[in-house]
């Protein structure tokens, strides 16, 4: 079975520009996740989607950033514009059934570095 | 609200030497608690996960953490470990009744040398 993939790995882009990352999560799982680690930080709640509908977004920085999860598949979290400071690692995660005691399977993470 | 606090950012350990990776957690409300490893250039990967029951928790590649309401601890351990343990290690905790984000720790980078 297929893990929970991210694309582009790495993604090096300059202040201003607009910069959309991709997660498939794992089939069948209807809860995702998107994380954001900043250098030096804890890695932090942005958002979760149950299916296609925003669950809670509590963690979303502010609205340059925006997550859908087209047909409740794979989700695409953009960021328009980009500032120095949303340079990190965002991470997806999936689980399935009960959002809490079922384990959240963490893809490998997309490095964004904005300049 | 929660927080989750790794009380050593890094560990330097010998192969073969016994290692506690220290968990504190924060919360008013009851919570489950995590433990994510990341090895380099991967995702994070379950190592274990104290729900209920038996404070003792058993997990994969022969760590254990035990939870200690009283101290709101959930300290990981492993008796003996390997080069392959070289890894930074989260601490995570989520709420039980609402809400699904899991909260983490900053983190903790267990180096194993030969």
């Known amino acids: 079975e297929a893990g929970v993939t991210q694309f582009p790995s790495h993604s090096v882009i300059e202040k201003g520009q607009t910069v959309t990352l991709r997660c498939d999560p794992i089939?069948?799982?209807?809860?995702l996740y998107w994380y954001r680690r900043v250098m030096g930080k804890e890695i932090k709640f942005l958002l979760h989607?149950?299916?296609?509908?925003?669950?809670?977004e509590s963690g979303m920085p502010n609205n340059r950033f925006l997550a859908e999860r087209t047909g409740g598949t794979y989700s695409t979290l953009k960021v328009q514009p980009a500032e120095l400071e949303d340079s990190g690692v965002y991470f997806c995660?999936?689980?399935?059934?009960?959002?809490?005691?079922?384990?959240?399977?963490f893809g490998p993470g997309t490095r964004l570095t904005v300049l | 609200a929660q927080s989750v606090t790794q009380l050593d950012s890094q560990v330097p350990v010998f192969e073969e030497a016994p290692v506690e990776l220290r968990c504190n957690y924060s919360?008013?409300?009851?919570?489950?608690l995590f433990w994510y490893v990341q090895y380099p250039n991967q995702g994070l990967q379950l190592l274990l996960k104290?729900?209920?029951?038996?404070?003792l928790v058993k997990g994969i590649n022969g760590f254990e953490a035990e939870f200690n309401k009283s101290q709101t601890s959930f300290h990981l351990r492993k008796p003996s470990v390997h080069i392959s343990d070289t890894a930074e290690y989260f601490c995570?905790?989520?709420?039980?009744?609402?809400?699904?984000?899991?909260?983490f720790g900053k983190g903790t980078t267990l180096s194993v040398s030969s």
């Open positions: 919360s008013s409300v009851s919570v489950y």
């Open positions: 995570a905790v989520t709420r039980r009744q609402a809400g699904t984000a899991l909260i």
């Open positions: 104290y729900l209920s029951g038996s404070t």
């Open positions: 089939s069948g799982h209807d809860n």
């Open positions: 989607f149950v299916k296609e509908s925003k669950q809670d």
């Open positions: 995660a999936s689980s399935q059934d009960h959002p809490v005691r079922d384990t959240q399977y």
